[in-house]
């Protein structure tokens, strides 16, 4: 199990968060820190879930995008509820997930 999930952790970095294949480099700003990292944006497939909240099953949140980065280039797990800023635009984080070092976060724009 060991050589499985250091091989998922070398495929993270190498393919999905390599800047040539899927990631773009963006600024992080969480909790007063600022991270130049590269991560994958997700818009198409929170438009599903963009619905007004009135419109959601319990547990079922309206997110407008989800991020994907490697916990590695972050360090830190980002807390629900919290602001976060990526490239000067600020989100609320509805739903955070931590897949075998992947954070996935489900974000609500708060600017434009």
């Known amino acids: 199990m060991a050589n499985f999930k250091a091989q998922f952790e070398r495929d993270l970095k190498a393919v999905f968060h390599n800047g040539k294949e899927f ?6 700003g ?3 820190n600022y991270y130049k990292i590269p991560v994958v944006i997700d818009s198409e497939g929170a438009k599903d879930r963009q619905k007004p ?3 959601n099953a319990n ?3 309206a997110v407008d995008m989800v991020m994907y980065a490697a916990y590695s280039d972050l360090g830190v797990i980002p807390k629900q509820g919290q602001p976060i800023e990526i490239d ?3 989100f609320r984080i509805v739903s955070v997930q931590n897949e075998m070092g992947e954070l ?3 974000l ?3 600017t434009a």
């Open 23 to 28: 990631a773009e480099v963006k600024e992080i």
């Open 30 to 32: 969480y909790n007063g």
């Open 53 to 55: 909240s009135t419109d």
């Open 59 to 61: 547990g079922i949140f």
């Open 88 to 90: 000067g635009d600020i």
């Open 104 to 106: 996935i976060l489900s």
């Open 108 to 110: 609500r724009r708060l």
